[in-house]
């Protein structure tokens, strides 16, 4: 079947400093899928942080960087400088395009981020 | 403004007790979803929905029944709860390019 994973958590980082949590898929059935990372921050719910459909694409957003990688399927997420505010868990996530709602998660990483 | 809201936020109940947990989202969207999240585990999909009177079984749906009773209501329902349904429950709603918009859980315990 369909599976994400991502990198385990927590991770700590101090502000200012570079991040990444690497994010690898298997999509047996699914030759393109969607990928996504999702976000939850502290006592709301998880909200779409980027979106990438089409192979060797990048999707950014707020700071954060991801590029979807066929060859190697990573969809790793990264930041050059990380805010105390950027701490949250990261989700990882795959759909097939047609496949409205029915994503496979990862996991989730907790990032820290140190004043 | 448009969103996505779960009833309660908490609930302790006991084994072989019923629970409803209560979504309702102000987004027009079609599309409706109950995932849980559990420590080690990604959300995993328990019932969807396309719309009103619509059910759909998801990846984990033993143990758990599900209803729309509106475009904008879904419920979860737990009739023998047992304790291997603590879990953090997520309410969702999708639009047509696929981005969920969750509501901020239910956190149940099973004792």
């Known amino acids: 079947g369909d599976s994400v994973t991502q990198t385990e958590g927590p991770v700590t980082v101090s502000e200012s400093e570079s991040l990444i949590i690497n994010c690898t898929y298997s999509?047996?059935?699914?030759?393109?899928?969607?990928l996504f990372w999702y976000v939850r921050y502290p006592g709301e719910g998880l909200q779409l942080l980027l979106k990438v459909i089409t192979a060797g694409q990048k999707g950014s957003s707020r700071g954060f960087e991801a590029t979807y990688n066929k060859e190697t399927t990573s969809f790793h997420l990264q930041k050059a400088s990380v805010q105390e505010s950027d701490s949250a868990v990261y989700y990882c996530?795959?759909?097939?395009?047609?496949?409205?709602?029915?994503?496979?998660f990862g996991a989730g990483t907790q990032l820290i981020v140190i004043p | 403004e448009a969103a996505v809201t779960q009833s309660p936020r908490n609930k302790v109940t006991v084994t072989g007790g019923n629970v409803t947990l209560s979504c309702r989202q102000t987004n027009s969207h079609n599309y409706m979803y109950w995932y849980r999240q559990d420590t080690g585990h990604g959300l995993r999909l328990i019932h969807y929905s396309y719309g009103a009177g619509n059910l759909q079984i998801g990846d984990v749906p033993d143990g758990y029944k599900a209803t729309r009773t509106t475009q904008e209501d879904f419920f979860l329902l737990l009739e023998l709860a047992s304790p291997s349904q603590t879990s953090l429950y997520f309410c969702a709603s999708s639009d047509a390019q696929n981005t969920l918009y969750f509501g901020a859980g239910t956190r149940l315990s099973v004792l």
């Open positions: 999509a047996t059935s699914i030759a393109y899928p969607n």
């Open positions: 996530a795959l759909a097939r395009g047609s496949a409205l709602g029915r994503l496979h």
